[in-house]
């Protein structure tokens, strides 16, 4: 399936830097390019894309404008949005009106594969959306910012979360993150399917869960499929036994 | 100062005047009611006291600044004046004083009473003059010892601003020239690193002109700092960064470790290329906050053999530390064994009180 986008920015070279990297990806398809709100509204009319790559800042009206403007229409399939700026500032709005992604400028390639992926598991329905199907209840996405990035995070991609006195450490694949929160509350916003207390201060998400060994000195530990090992209290044993069967 | 308070002392100062009379006469034998002479002298310290409040009120400038020449052709007659205006409006209230006298009009008893309180009067006046001048000189030089505080507060700052200032455009330009030669060789990475610098320079620009931040701000900007290097040194150097959970909120000055690591950078990695290390650690000692970055390279003698090299780095570190803490705050540098170099700061520990970090935000 290809995914067909439009690119919405006032600047030349803020759109050809998304139609090259786009250029590189097999399943991408840029079906137009424009420069302010008025026409990016009539252009993913005429087109119907799937994606839209929307700058907040334009010369008429802004990004969040343009999603007024879609959504307005009750017939209309509203495309995935794509914020690209190079404002920190409208992440939670973006956020709040469920954009894919928010990028801010000046973004590598690497981040775009990110986002490019994430549309492409969206599409599928694939995990991103699995808690959305268990009745809206628990949290599908996270939205902060970390080492002066906005981060739209499906919970999902959490591998598991250390508490760390008034903050918790989330750890991704490859990263990292600080947030100041506290266990209880991720415990209550997360969906108890995939998370898990296995300890006073650890939750691990149970998708990425490979095992629960018990050492040799008596101490149980949860090992993730990354080989990361988890410290286990004894009393949560049980539990985790019984949700790996399933 | 509020007009009760004016008043209510000189009133105070009235009544201890009566007492003192009272008691004197008691002693010759006179026999005269306390009520009484808490009256005369009540009401004449209340006059005098409305007086010297409208006096503070309206004229405080004028006779806190007025030269000998003011007080002699001004403040003289103002004072005689005075004087003889509060009599007149005593002896209305108390048609019977003198006592023991026949009956008077009333021309004959301000005579009376002017001849024996005048000179009283003049004194009460004079008293408060004086009064007035000293809490004037006082005020001024209370005024001006918080001016003089103020002042040394705002050179603090801004030399602590010039300081953090010289930091950045260096390094600034330094990533950038990184970035340009990478350009030319390899173009995604690049392209990460002038992402990287981004949001190094986002998180510059949103801290502003603050001088302390908790920990684990700083130390995000260690990594970021760390992971852009890393970039640079394609990926060649072991960093180790451990960091105790009860710190995260800890106050530091802002960008006080940044230079620390760029420093171990210069001094080791661009020298030894094979296993080069890097370990920052940062604990409580009792009441103390500790941040060491350990790096693998050649010793000290490299440092003190290259003294230009050193650049602003350590020097502006230790200033800011002297301006910040004084004696408390301290940067030691010392080798480690195995061409190991050590480089310790270590501060009084602060918490921040407010948490104002904004939040994570969850759909649903």
Redesign the interface.
């Known amino acids: 399936m290809t995914i067909q986008v439009v690119l919405a920015d006032d600047e030349i070279l803020a759109r050809q830097k998304l139609r090259l990297l786009l250029r590189e990806q097999a399943d991408c398809e840029v079906v137009g390019e424009c420069a302010t709100a008025a026409e990016t509204v009539a252009l993913v009319h005429a087109t119907h894309p799937d994606v839209v790559f929307l700058d907040i800042r334009m010369p008429d009206m802004d990004g969040f404008d343009v999603v007024d403007a879609l959504s307005a229409e009750p017939e209309f399939t509203m495309p995935r949005i794509v914020f690209t700026t190079a404002y920190?500032q409208y992440a939670?709005r973006a956020?709040d009106v469920?954009a894919v992604d928010y990028l801010?400028?000046?973004?590598?390639?690497?981040?775009l594969r990110t986002t490019l992926q994430r549309i492409r598991e969206r599409a599928n329905g694939a995990p991103a959306e699995s808690?959305?199907r268990n009745g809206?209840?628990?949290?599908?996405?996270?939205?902060?910012?970390?080492?002066?990035?906005i981060l739209f995070l499906p919970v999902s991609e959490i591998r598991w979360i250390a508490?760390?006195?008034?903050?918790v450490r989330i750890s991704t694949e490859s990263e990292t993150h600080?947030?100041?929160?506290t266990m209880a509350h991720l415990e209550e916003?997360f969906d108890p399917q995939l998370f898990l207390r296995v300890h006073r201060s650890a939750i691990v998400n149970l998708q990425h869960v490979k095992e629960v060994r018990t050492e040799s000195d008596g101490e149980t530990a949860v090992i993730l499929i990354n080989g990361q090992k988890v410290p286990m209290s004894r009393s949560y044993r049980s539990r985790i036994q019984g949700l790996l069967r399933h | 100062m509020h007009p009760a308070i004016f008043i209510g002392f000189s009133v105070l100062v009235g009544l201890l005047f009566a007492l003192q009379e009272y008691l004197n006469a008691r002693r010759w034998g006179y026999r005269i009611g306390m009520l009484f002479l808490s009256e005369m002298w009540g009401m004449q310290f209340l006059l005098w006291g409305v007086i010297c409040w409208l006096l503070w009120r309206f004229l405080r400038s004028f006779v806190v600044n007025a030269g000998l020449g003011t007080m002699l052709a001004r403040i003289l007659p103002l004072s005689i004046a005075l004087s003889i205006l509060e009599e007149m409006i005593w002896v209305l209230f108390f048609p019977r004083v003198p006592i023991d006298r026949p009956p008077m009009d009333y021309w004959h008893r301000l005579t009376f009473q002017l001849n024996a309180e005048f000179v009283d009067s003049m004194a009460i006046f004079w008293c408060a003059f004086i009064f007035f001048r000293g809490v004037a000189y006082y005020q001024k030089f209370r005024e001006k010892e918080t001016t003089a505080a103020r002042l040394q507060v705002q050179l603090v700052q801004a030399r602590l601003a010039a300081l953090r200032m010289q930091l950045n455009p260096h390094f600034l330009f330094n990533a950038m020239n990184s970035i340009s030669s990478l350009m030319r060789t390899d173009v995604?990475a690049a392209?990460?690193m002038?992402?990287q610098l981004?949001?190094?320079?986002?998180?510059t620009l949103d801290r502003g002109e603050v001088q302390l931040v908790p920990l684990?701000k700083e130390v995000?900007f260690v990594?970021?700092y760390m992971?852009m290097q890393q970039q640079r040194f394609a990926g060649k150097v072991k960093q180790t960064l451990s960091v105790e959970?009860?710190l995260?909120?800890a106050l530091v000055p802002a960008l006080i470790l940044q230079p620390i690591v760029e420093n171990a950078y210069v001094h080791g990695v661009s020298k030894s290329c094979e296993h080069w290390e890097l370990a920052i650690d940062i604990r409580r000692d009792g009441k103390r906050l500790r941040m060491s970055v350990v790096n693998s390279g050649n010793g000290l003698d490299l440092v003190h053999k290259e003294p230009e090299r050193k650049g602003v780095g350590l020097a502006n570190v230790r200033d800011r530390l002297r301006l910040h803490y004084g004696e408390r705050g301290s940067l030691s540098l010392r080798e480690v064994g195995m061409g190991r170099v050590n480089v310790t700061i270590a501060l009084p520990l602060q918490m921040n009180g407010n948490?104002t970090?904004?939040?994570?935000?969850?759909?649903?």
């Open positions: 920190d939670v956020f469920h801010l400028k000046p973004f590598a390639a690497k981040r808690a959305r809206e209840r628990y949290t599908s996405r996270i939205v902060f910012k970390s080492r002066g990035r508490a760390e006195e008034n903050y600080l947030l100041r929160e916003r | 995604e392209d990460t002038l992402e981004s949001s190094l320079l986002r998180i684990h995000e990594e970021l992971a959970p009860e995260h909120d948490g970090e904004e939040a994570a935000r969850f759909d649903a």
